[in-house]
Every structure is written in C-alpha cells, then in structure tokens.
C-alpha cells in the first residue's frame, strides 16, 4: 500500500464553523506533513511531525491546528477560518525526515471552500 | 536561501515531439533537487530526483533530467510526449531542512493531438 489517503475530498465551511481534515497513511512512514496550495500556485509547507512530535511550524497562524495521534494518522483542526485560507490541503508523508532528499509521498488533497 | 525559477508557465507540445520543462536553482550547498507531477484534482507524484552521483537522472514514465552545475540547471526531457503527460510540472530543491521543498511557480504542459 503505497497511499496517503485524505478525507474528505472536499469542505465547504462558514467562518465560524470548526472542522477536521485527516490524512491516514499505512507504509510505516514516520514523518508526515500538510502543504497548502493556492489555485495556479506551487504547494508551501505548513507543518511537519517528525516520530509523532511537531517538527516544524512555518509561523502558521492558530486557526490551523495540527495533530498526529499516531504514527498513521495526521489531522489539521480548523476554526474562524478566513475566505483567503480556501485551497488545496495535501497531506504528505515520507520513510523519515531527513536531511532533505527524501522521497515525499502526496494525497490528493481536501479542496477547502470558506464562505 | 534556496529557489528555483521555471522557465515558461505554460508549454504546449505535439503528441511525439521533445517535451523539455525548464528549471534552474539557486542553492548555497550543494542542492537535492526534484521533479513532481500533478494531474488534475490530485496530489503530486514524484517523477525523479537528484542527490549527488550521476547527473543524468532517470525517472518514471520516461523522463529524466539531466543536473548541470555550471549553468545551475535541472531540466526535465522525455524524447516523445503522450497525450497523458498532460499535468502540472514542479521543480523544487530542498531547503536543508527534511521534508521542507521549495518548489518553482510550475509549468502546465500540454499535448496536442
């Protein structure tokens, strides 16, 4: 199994609604990680975990909220979104985090709508 | 810091002929450098990578690349382009930190009949 499943594929939320992506993964991966990509734009790093622990945090701000229960699973918790964060949520894994050249490993995203 | 620039955001090709996608990088340690598809309404896949050895990198669905220090190049060829090669191409280098890509604005390819 070579997939790095998201759910769901698409969310429409209002501004004051608070939802979850997930993101689910059965290689054994132990780093896992959220990219955001606007329409037309390249994908920008948002967080990564590392064995479980939050690793890197690219000044994201606080509505987005991560998790990682465990070594499978991956969520991104949101609440009071604003309409600029609507885009394309990809979840990511690979064997580890390394020293950069690994091997990343895509879902195909949540598509966010905010109204 | 580390980036890339693609060079042409959009290029159009005949079914057959040379697809080349244009990348070049910008790095002050000696750079990992990637190749990644995107097909419409998915995630990315990644097509090859360069991390040090052979500049000439082979990767899947025929492509490959070919990594030129001198003219700080990676650029990406497949001799004879298929109508499914349609997609989105992104070059990236890797910041130094794992898993934290730097990916060029992408270049749209598409394959005329």
């Known amino acids: 199994d070579t997939e790095v499943t998201q759910t769901p594929k698409h969310l429409v939320m209002g501004m004051t609604n608070k939802k979850s992506l997930k993101c689910e993964q059965h290689?054994?991966?132990?780093?896992m990680y959220w990219y955001k990509q606007k329409a037309k734009k390249p994908p920008e790093l948002m967080f990564v975990?590392?064995?479980?622990?939050?690793?890197i945090n690219e000044s994201v701000p606080s509505r987005f909220s991560p998790e990682c229960p465990n070594s499978s699973l991956l969520n991104l918790h949101l609440h009071a979104l604003q309409p600029e964060d609507s885009a394309l949520y990809l979840c990511?894994?690979?064997?580890?985090?390394?020293?950069?050249?690994?091997?990343?490993?895509f879902g195909s995203g949540t598509q966010l709508s905010v109204l | 810091a580390q980036s890339v620039t693609q060079l042409g955001s959009h290029v159009s090709v005949s079914e057959g002929a040379l697809v080349l996608l244009r990348c070049n990088y910008s790095?002050?340690?000696?750079?990992?450098l990637f190749w990644y598809v995107q097909y419409p309404n998915q995630g990315l896949q990644l097509l090859l990578k360069?991390?040090?050895?052979?500049?000439l990198v082979k990767g899947i669905n025929g492509f490959e690349a070919e990594f030129k220090k001198s003219e700080t190049s990676f650029h990406l060829t497949k001799p004879s382009a298929h109508m499914s090669d349609a997609a989105e191409y992104f070059c990236?280098?890797?910041?130094?930190?794992?898993?934290?890509?730097?990916f060029g604005q992408g270049t749209e390819l598409s394959v005329k009949p």
């Open positions: 360069y991390t040090t050895g052979a500049t």
């Open positions: 790095s002050s340690v000696p750079p990992y």
């Open positions: 990236a280098v890797s910041s130094g930190q794992g898993g934290k890509l730097i």
């Open positions: 975990y590392s064995y479980e622990k939050l690793s």
């Open positions: 990511a894994s690979s064997q580890e985090q390394g020293d950069g050249n690994e091997k990343l490993f």
């Open positions: 290689m054994g991966h132990r780093a």
